[in-house]
């Protein structure tokens, strides 16, 4: 299990940027796979984003290509999420999660550690 903290949501206008940031508590990152959850209420949770431990690989919803970047820094045990060109649709709860192994994965189940969240508000 590793901890995970969440950070950066906020309320922003149609048409910005957001970067989220998700630090987790082990000393050793590696070899966790990040991901990137959100949820709107009613909704089941869904995926977004995730990221090898080398960053090799990543994989983005088709709602969020070509606007949404994931990243790491693992000296930093820190994983980002650039999002560009904000939607009042990607208004959610955004949720940072761990695989406790390397290789891509999009599934909730795939991913034994999760945070608690950080609110994204998009107006339009």
């Known amino acids: 299990q590793v901890q995970l903290v969440e950070s950066g949501g906020g309320l922003v206008q149609a048409g910005d940027s957001l970067r989220v940031s998700c630090a987790a508590s082990?000393?050793?990152?590696?070899?966790?796979?990040m991901g990137w959850f959100r949820q709107t209420p009613g909704k089941e949770r869904e995926f977004v984003a995730a990221?090898?431990?080398?960053?090799?690989?990543?994989s983005n919803a088709d709602s969020v290509k070509g606007r949404f970047t994931i990243s790491r820094e693992n000296a930093k045990n820190t994983v980002y999420l650039q999002m560009n060109s904000l939607k009042p649709e990607d208004t959610a709860v955004y949720y940072c999660?761990?695989?406790?192994?390397?290789?891509?994965?999009?599934?909730?189940?795939?991913?034994?550690?999760w945070g608690q969240g950080t609110q994204v508000t998009v107006s339009s």
């Open positions: 999660a761990a695989r406790l192994e390397n290789g891509i994965a999009k599934r909730e189940e795939d991913f034994g550690s």
């Open positions: 082990r000393r050793t990152f590696s070899p966790y796979t």
């Open positions: 990221i090898t431990w080398f960053g090799d690989i990543t």
